[in-house]
T-cell receptor
Framework: GDSVTQMEGPVTLSEEAFLTINCTYT??????LFWYVQYPGEGLQLLLK?????DKGSNKGFEATYRKETTSFHLEKGSVQVSDSAVYFC????????????FGTGTLLAVQP | NAGVTQTPKFRILKIGQSMTLQCTQD?????MYWYRQDPGMGLKLIYY???????DKGEVPNGYNVSRSTTEDFPLRLELAAPSQTSVYFC????????????FGSGTQLSVL
């Protein structure tokens, strides 16, 4: 069945460092791909999405490119801030029109000043 | 707009007790979902609904029941609570179109002792 694998955390970075969080997927066809972010004590929020191969999603300085050939959707940011500390979830949409999502296990990012 | 509202935020149950987790949204979304989040396991879909009067099982429905009598409300019922149901529960909603963003509530932390 469909699945999402993302890198284990926690990831600890200093402020202004470069961030990469790896995400790969297994799916039939070409699902839409998402990154959601969960700040402490809150629910998940959509960070960015891509709906077809070679699409690049971007938001708040974060980017991810839908790579069909490597079945990947890695999250990157050039310069992280303390306020980026959160748990990041990669997800894919399955189930046709019902908008159901499969989530990865989440990666905790801790940014130190 | 309040978005997606979940109550209660925290609850401790004894084994065998029952309770209902409440979820309401004011965005007139057709689709609603219940997920549970276990440490290191990501989010798993419990039940979902594509409109009032229509519900269906997700990946992990055992031990839970739902109803959807109105567009706004999607309560989750736990019957005969078990320690395995200790988790954080998130309700989410989205518009009917495939690929639309899911909006999450802030979660209910449930412990069954």
């Amino acid at each position: 069945g469909d699945s999402v694998t993302q890198m284990e955390g926690p990831v600890t970075l200093s402020e202004e460092a470069f961030l990469t969080i790896n995400c790969t997927y297994t799916a039939t066809g070409y699902p839409s791909l998402f990154w959601y972010v969960q700040y402490p004590g809150e629910g998940l929020q959509l960070l960015l999405k891509a709906t077809k191969a070679d699409d690049k999603g971007s938001n708040k300085g974060f980017e991810a490119t839908y790579r069909k050939e490597t079945t990947s959707f890695h999250l990157e940011k050039g310069s992280v801030q303390v306020s980026d500390s959160a748990v990041y979830f990669c997800a894919l949409r399955y189930g046709g029109a019902t908008n159901k999502l499969i989530f990865g296990t989440g990666t905790l990012l801790a940014v130190q000043p | 707009n309040a978005g997606v509202t979940q109550t209660p935020k925290f609850r401790i149950l004894k084994i065998g007790q029952s309770m209902t987790l409440q979820c309401t949204q004011d965005m007139n979304h057709n689709y609603m979902y219940w997920y549970r989040q276990d440490p290191g396991m990501g989010l798993k879909l419990i039940y979902y609904s594509v409109g009032a009067g229509i519900t269906d099982k997700g990946e992990v429905p055992n031990g839970y029941n739902v109803s959807r009598s109105t567009t706004e409300d999607f309560p989750l019922r736990l019957e005969l609570a078990a320690p395995s149901q200790t988790s954080v529960y998130f309700c989410a909603s989205s518009y009917y179109s495939a690929g639309e963003e899911l909006f999450f509530g802030s979660g209910t932390q449930l412990s069954v002792l």
